[in-house]
């Protein structure tokens, strides 16, 4: 079990994405927007930004069988299995069209079968921003 406390957020992400490309089911250690700890094992599909720069991991609950989304802040700690995944994810969403205004508007998106160093690039770079 690893500690999200004890390394890097860049670390974590590299984890988790390493385990999101083998399909190894990830056990978190969640606490809920109402301060709750709560335990899960999730099969990530995919890890995306949000429009207000949080970090998502988004998973399948084995428990419930349907798609969830955690903040990467609030990750406490997680564990990567080395079996395979059981549930069937949902179909990648299509991106829509959004009106854009100010000065500048970016949108940052990648399939889930872009290549790791991709991801982790694309990533490090949001957490830096």
């Known amino acids: 079990m690893r500690h999200t406390a004890n390394e890097t957020s860049t670390n974590t992400l590299i984890r988790l994405i390493k385990a999101l490309d083998a399909k190894h089911p990830v056990t978190i250690t969640y606490i809920k927007a109402d301060g709750t700890e709560t335990i899960r094992t999730v099969e990530l599909y995919d890890i995306v930004v949000s429009s207000a720069g949080d970090i998502l991991l988004k998973g399948m609950d084995r428990d419930s069988q349907e798609a969830r989304s955690f903040r990467l802040d609030r990750l406490v700690s997680y564990t990567a299995h080395r079996t395979a995944y059981l549930i069937e994810r949902p179909a ?8 854009t205004h100010g000065l500048a508007s970016v949108v940052v998106l990648y399939p889930v079968d872009c290549p790791i ?13």
């Open 117 to 129: 160093a991709a991801r982790v690039e694309l990533l490090a770079d949001a957490l830096a921003a």
């Open 92 to 99: 990648a969403d299509e991106p829509k069209a959004r009106p």
